[in-house]
């Protein structure tokens, strides 16, 4: 076991955990973040998709050990309070979420796209996303949501 | 978007685009999934599953040096009620006995308190088999050498047939101008919802057997506990959490998980939770049904048709599971939107020993239409006439009869859409300029047209038999709540079906909430499935509300107009009078609509969705790579409820098409999936799809809710033939199934030069 220390969405979080342990089931099991989802278990449909130190992520690809130290947001750190991030508001509006499975790492890979590139065009946005696999939507109002959040002012303070 | 037609009646809420309803939670990441739920003393389970395609098994043998008294151990043997799952049939068994029939065909169930100690001893159980020679193709099948299903004789293998006879086909051949043959086939496609099947279950002897977990329909699994413990309806609780797609894929299968978790909690006598991970997902679950089907067409000098003889053979895997009716669905869209005096249709499911195929959108519908809509464009270069000119001159028209002899008696809008969605492609236009561009060109362009109907609802007397109740009750917390045993998992149900209960009841879309979706709450609406719910489901909740008016102004005294204070006060006062203020409608069949099963005529469908989408492609001649750059769909579904929803569908649809079109294909080795995993089995991503142009136009169904027919199949239809109509006009190669990998353009291009004379316009 190894004793991880990290933070979480701001907040400082210790964990004791196996060191292979992956970083997705150290946020569902040992802190109770379920918004992150395994769809795949090998990095290709993006629901378990985190921000870790700034860069996005597969958290079922990451050992616990590697994020000793990092900063992690995960889609529960996304709404201040009970205000939603202009990307949860877009998506709600734009009809961005079907089944809202893949929601949690879609949005967490469009937060990261708006903090890199605040009005991304089209193509940037097909291409921020292709790692994220959506089987409702076919994407098109997933592109809607993220245009819309890019005018809301997407690059909001916690979608640094 | 669509104008408002003049006979649409006016409303508040439908048709509008209201907020999903339970948006705010997905949108938060709060919403919790079946694998989200941990309870205290939770057992996790697992399967061991079969590694050959037929074969007796001749002995277990358990690893020593597996602590095996940890785990609880499940095997047929503790079946307390049926080894079936009661499905249409009772064919499939629930754990293997004896006979394995399929691979990864569940024979052992494992439950331990760490899920983590699971896998390793899966693979420390080691079972022996006498093996069987195994049937893994249609025309395996079709020899009858090895009967694998079904009685010892010429009726062996076959799941179901169909013979559907209309005028006199044998007269046709002599006296047509061409007759045009082609061999059409599809793939199995994977469902691939992002949230693999997951079920958890618990068991006391007071309360029964309670199951909660990722489903569509939660009374067929509700139909197949009872059977397999053997326990009364009352014992029995099945409960739809949060559902993270579904397409099909959890129609028919979440009976058997249910059923797995179940036994395991029965014998653990604790929790269990079964969560499949993706391989195991991908491995053992339902499928679509692969395909053949071969046409052969006569035509007059001027393109109509004279008689269409189609014969379907679907491969159905190991078990019966749903392929009736998915064959019958397939049947009854072969002729496409098209009228022809004389047809004759003869189709059959066939056993195979692969995984059993299932529900997936669109039934059997997609299978076929890519069968005719590819043979149409074939017909039109046999005639000489455009794609769009062969289909104008075929299309049916209100009051034409169909192959069951089906008397449209509905609008019928053919000729509107194809106008439409030639104009919005820019078709003509477009057309003529791939071909003076093509042949100068690596890149070969082209567009392809597909038109199409999609039947609403169960086929035939589904609807009858299912006989749906569905209503509303208003509990104490001045909420209105929507009963209802249809689940939400992305297509809209739950917005939808507000929207319809708030306009019924003149209140607003807040005042709205849907009840839990738990067969202890609910009544029996019926599947979530056939594009039924808005507007058979949906119409149930509409009269509901009409019927709860009038039991408050009956006995309540609500007022003729009426805020939303006075009706919760009026139903207080009902309450008070009654214990519980409930309004709950059965199903009516529409008038004259009535299906003959022995005859296999009438009115299939009570009404149908009508479409035409063109697809824009671009192939590659370099990488052998066939694209999608732009897909026009318009479309006929009656009334739009949700136009951020229904367009959501279409798109949604349209990309699932797109995959099995060009992407997604299932590699079976002895029967085995072998690519198994979202690294090799590969769907469209946010890269892929095209720009995707949605249309409606709007005829209201005087029997659905507000005017709706159904929507949710309706695209998977038509991009696939759309699509391979397209690379023909763009490379001049006819390609007759799907999926079209690169690698399939690629040996035929080797075989013969892409065309090098332009395209003719």
């Not at chain 1, 955990?17 to 569902?28: C, F």
């Not at chain 1, 796209?113 to 292709?130: K, S, Y």
């Not at chain 2, 072969?334 to 195929?357: E, F, L, M, Q």
């Not at chain 2, 509107?416 to 003509?428: F, G, K, N, P, V």
Request: glycine residues 8%.
């Amino acid at each position: 076991m190894s004793l991880i220390e990290f933070i979480v969405n701001g907040q400082r979080t210790q964990v004791e955990a196996p060191p292979m342990k992956r970083l997705l089931d150290v946020l569902r099991e040992d802190l109770g973040l379920t918004g992150a989802k395994e769809g795949c278990g090998e990095g290709e449909c993006g629901s378990c998709s985190v921000r870790m130190n700034g860069e996005l992520v597969n958290s079922c690809l990451v050992p616990i050990l590697q994020a000793n130290g990092a900063h992690i947001q995960t889609v529960e750190g996304l709404a201040i309070d009970a205000e939603l991030h202009p990307l949860q508001k877009a998506f709600l509006e734009c009809g961005g979420a079907q089944c809202g499975i893949c929601t949690p790492g879609m949005l967490m890979a469009a937060t990261h796209l708006l903090a890199h590139n605040p009005h991304p065009t089209l193509d940037e946005i097909r291409e921020g996303l292709a790692g994220n696999l959506c089987r409702c939507t076919g994407f098109i109002k997933i592109f809607d949501s993220v245009i819309a959040a890019a005018a809301m002012g997407g690059n909001h303070p916690h979608a640094r | 978007m669509s104008e408002t037609p003049a006979n649409r009646p006016a409303t508040r809420i439908v048709g509008t685009p209201q907020i999903r309803k339970e948006g705010v939670k997905k949108a938060l990441g709060r919403a919790k999934y079946t694998d989200d739920f941990e309870t205290e003393g939770m057992w996790h389970g697992a399967t061991v599953r079969s590694s050959i395609p037929r074969g007796r098994i001749r002995a277990i043998q358990y690893d020593p040096r597996i602590p095996w008294s940890e785990f609880v151990i499940v095997t047929a043997a503790d079946i307390p009620g049926n080894n079936h799952i009661a499905m249409i049939g009772a064919d499939q068994p629930c754990l293997v006995s004896e006979r394995v029939n399929h691979c990864d065909e569940p024979i052992l169930l494992l439950a331990h308190p760490n899920k983590r100690r699971l896998p390793e001893a899966v693979a420390a159980i080691y079972i022996e088999y006498n093996p069987l020679p195994a049937v893994l193709s249609i025309e395996e099948s079709e020899t009858q050498r090895e009967i694998i299903w079904g009685p010892n004789s010429n009726q062996g293998n076959i799941f179901k047939q169909f013979h559907l006879e209309k005028g006199s086909i044998d007269e046709a051949w002599a006296s047509a101008a061409h007759i045009v043959e082609g061999e059409y086939a599809t793939g199995a496609q994977e469902h691939l919802y992002i949230e693999n099947n997951a079920m958890i279950a618990e068991y006391s002897e007071e309360s029964g057997l309670t199951v909660r977990g990722s489903l569509q329909c939660p009374y067929y699994v509700h139909k197949s506990l009872m059977a397999v413990f053997d326990l009364p309806a009352e014992k029995v609780r099945v409960i739809q959490v949060e559902t993270g797609g579904a397409f099909g894929g959890k129609e028919d299968y979440p009976s058997i998980i249910a059923s797995h978790a179940g036994l395991l909690a029965f014998k653990a006598r604790r929790p269990v939770k079964l969560v499949y991970d993706r391989m195991e997902d991908l491995a053992a679950t339902t499928k679509r049904h692969p395909s053949r089907t071969r046409h052969r067409t006569a035509v007059d000098r001027d393109g109509k048709l004279m008689a269409m003889e189609i014969d379907i053979a679907l491969d159905g895997g190991a078990y019966a599971t749903l392929s009736s009716t998915v064959l019958s669905r397939a049947t009854l869209h072969s002729t496409g939107p098209y009228a022809c005096p004389n047809v004759r249709i003869t189709s059959k499911a066939w056993a195979t020993n692969t995984v059993p195929c299932g529900a997936f959108r669109g039934f059997g519908a997609p299978q076929s239409i890519f069968a005719i809509e590819r043979h149409m464009d074939q017909i039109a270069r046999a005639v000489g006439l455009t794609p769009d000119e062969i289909r104008r001159r075929n299309f049916l028209h209100t009051g034409d009869t169909t192959a069951t002899e089906q008397r449209m008696n509905e609008p019928i809008i053919l000729d509107t859409l194809l106008e439409r969605a030639l104009q919005e492609s820019d078709y003509h236009a477009k057309r003529a300029r791939f071909a003076q561009q093509n042949p100068h060109s690596a890149i070969k362009r082209g567009l392809g047209l597909a038109a199409f109907y999609h039947g609403a609802g169960f086929t035939g007397s589904g609807e009858r038999y299912l006989n749906s109740l569905a209503g509303i009750d208003v509990p104490a917390n001045n909420k209105v709540r929507v009963l209802v045993a249809n689940t939400e998992f992305g297509q809209g149900t739950g917005t939808i079906l507000s929207q319809i209960a708030a306009e019924a009841l003149g209140l607003s879309y807040d005042d709205i909430e849907m009840a839990p979706c738990d067969t202890s709450i609910v009544p029996n609406s019926g599947p979530t499935v056939a594009s039924r719910t808005s507007m058979v489901v949906g119409r149930l909740i509409e009269r509901s509300g009409g019927q709860l008016i009038a039991m408050l102004r009956k006995e309540a005294n609500l007022a003729e107009t009426y805020s939303a204070s006075e009706f919760f006060a009026a139903c207080n006062r009902y309450r008070k009078q009654h214990g519980k203020v409930e309004s709950l409608c059965r199903y009516e069949a529409p008038p004259n609509v009535y299906w003959d099963d022995q005859k296999y005529r009438g009115e299939a469908y009570p009404t149908f969705a009508w479409a035409v989408y063109i697809a824009e492609v671009a192939v590659d001649t370099v990488t052998y790579s066939a694209e999608v750059t732009n897909l026009y769909t318009v479309q006929e579904v009656g009334r739009v409820l949700n136009p951020t929803l229904a367009a959501g569908q279409i798109e949604g649809g349209v990309a699932q098409a797109i995959g099995y079109a060009l992407y997604e294909k299932v590699q079976l080795k002895n029967g085995h999936m072998v690519n198994n995993q979202m690294t090799n089995y590969i769907m469209p991503t946010a890269a892929d799809v095209p720009p995707i142009q949605v249309s409606f136009e709007e005829i209201p169904f005087a029997h659905g809710a507000y005017g709706a027919k159904g929507i949710g199949e309706l695209p998977h239809d038509g991009p696939a033939p759309a699509i391979l109509n397209a690379i023909q006009e763009a490379t001049g190669q006819s390609f007759r199934s799907i999926p079209l990998l690169p690698e399939d353009i690629f040996l035929r291009f080797l075989a013969h030069k892409p065309a090098e004379e332009p395209v003719t316009a």
